[in-house]
């Protein structure tokens, strides 16, 4: 078996459906076999593929466990050489899953490769990621990257070649399982974002190498499991991000974030006060963004739950 493609879906049924179709159709000569892991979806994201791709192994749960979890039921169950992870809003192009186990089985030292992401209309997305840092909650990302552009790489950049990089965005990621096997799989205190990262973080400490292939390209519809929950989502990347600092970093830095964090949500939150107010509340975009704020600063508020955690309020669940 070449490849294990692994998919965890979240009530994406069309984008599946796409993303399924794109891996027959771009398979070449590849042995693969298709795993699907479904969230408790409420759309008919599991009567689909029961019923057109009786070839993919449907784990259907009964509940959101999240997408690190849900990875790491298919990772036991996989038999590939490769484990490819595939997101259920991306679409593979030809060639690109035969060109990067070819990478992987010319560059042993790999641990795992991502390619370069586009959205629908060709444009690309950010396919790279730096470990997070202080350096930059405390200053714009964007002008990291315009200034220090071989440090903070980003989609600016015309790369013609093979790139190493500290992490790289998981939407479409082929990972090796003896990597897997000496750092572990993903750490299910994640539940939705930043579990990729801290991945190629624990491999990368472990000496392995980390890839962004710009040759290779996928076809990427960013966050539409959460395109309706946009405060919520906010909350969970925020707690992800400060589950990395306080796994990865000392307490000082941990500490030193959660702190600069609130004081940017709350000068955020007052500014789009302002707004509302100087624009008698007409503007769609100061109203979203004062409730997503909102939100945040109440859950620092009430100090930062866990998921687990349900007396805060439903709004705290994803």
């Given amino acids: 078996m070449d490849l294990s493609v692994i998919i965890v879906n979240f009530n994406t049924a069309s984008f599946l459906r796409e993303c399924l179709n794109s891996i027959e159709e771009t398979k070449d000569d590849i042995h693969l076999e298709i795993l699907v892991v479904d969230n408790n979806s409420m759309d008919e994201s599991v009567e689909m593929v029961k019923k057109d791709f009786p070839q993919v192994r449907l784990i259907a749960n009964s509940e959101n466990i999240g997408f690190a979890q849900g990875v790491n039921q298919a990772l036991n169950l996989a038999k590939g050489r490769y484990f490819l992870l595939l997101n259920p809003d991306a679409k593979v192009l030809l060639g690109v899953m035969k060109g990067l186990i070819d ?26 990621a730096n470990f997070p840092t202080l350096t930059q909650e405390l200053f714009n990302k964007s002008f990291l990257k315009i200034l220090f552009p071989q440090k903070y790489p980003s989609k600016y950049r015309e790369f013609k070649s093979p790139i190493e990089v500290e992490s790289v965005i998981g939407a479409c990621m082929i990972v090796r399982p003896e990597a897997v096997k000496q750092v572990g799989e993903l750490d299910p205190k994640y539940f939705l974002f930043l579990e990729e990262t801290d991945w190629c973080f624990q491999m990368k400490k472990k000496g392995w190498k980390i890839y962004h292939l710009p040759q290779f390209k996928a076809y990427h519809r960013q966050g539409q499991s959460l ?58 975009e100061y109203k979203e963004k004062f409730w997503i704020y909102s939100h945040l600063l109440l859950w620092h508020l009430v100090g930062c739950p866990g998921r687990e955690v349900q007396k805060y309020g439903s709004f705290f669940k994803i």
């Fill in 103 to 128: 990478f992987m089985d010319r560059n042993k030292d790999v641990a795992l490769s991502g390619v370069q992401l586009l959205n629908p209309n060709g444009t690309k997305q950010n396919s790279i």
């Fill in 227 to 284: 395109i309706d929950l946009k405060s919520k989502g906010r909350i969970e990347y925020c707690r992800s991000y400060y589950r990395f600092f306080k796994k990865n970093y000392d307490r000082a830095s941990y500490f030193l974030l959660r702190a600069v964090v609130f004081i940017k949500t709350l000068i955020n939150l007052s500014l789009n006060l302002l707004a509302l107010i100087f624009t008698l509340g007409l503007k769609k």
